[in-house]
């Protein structure tokens, strides 16, 4: 697990945990808010339809290798949206994040009867 951590203006520690490359980890919008605000970059973000035709994103920050799954504030459960719009409009509008994003789906063609 990697540290950064800065004294901000109010003299308190404020401190960004980015987990490591192990591709199951999670990071918090929060974290990669303070990541991207400490002049961090995303280099990559791609959206994953699962079974159940929800979205969740996975973030490559610039600079740290692995790709990261978007999580809910204070968990480690994945951020899901049911809708692919808005999982770009929150990469946009969130993250600041204008660069391609990559869709792929898990789900899988019906069998025929």
């Known amino acids: 697990m990697n540290a950064e951590q800065d004294v901000g203006d109010d003299g308190r520690s404020e401190e960004?945990?980015?987990?490591?490359a192990n591709p199951e980890l999670a990071i918090r919008a929060r974290?990669?808010?303070m990541y991207l605000e400490r002049g961090g970059a995303l280099k990559e973000v791609?959206?994953?339809?699962?079974?159940?035709?929800?979205w969740s994103v996975w973030l490559r920050l610039v600079g740290?290798?692995?790709?990261?799954?978007?999580?809910k504030f204070k968990s480690d459960e994945p951020k899901?949206?049911?809708?692919?719009?808005?999982?770009?409009?929150?990469?946009?509008d969130d993250f600041g994040y204008f660069g391609p994003i990559i869709l792929s789906t898990d789900?899988?063609?019906?069998?025929p009867a």
Request: glycine share 6%.
């Open 31 to 33: 974290n990669v808010s």
């Open 16 to 20: 960004v945990w980015v987990i490591g």
């Open 46 to 54: 791609r959206l994953t339809e699962n079974d159940s035709k929800e």
């Open 64 to 71: 740290r290798p692995g790709e990261y799954r978007l999580s």
């Open 107 to 111: 789900r899988q063609p019906a069998d």
């Open 80 to 92: 899901i949206y049911r809708d692919v719009g808005l999982a770009v409009a929150a990469c946009r």
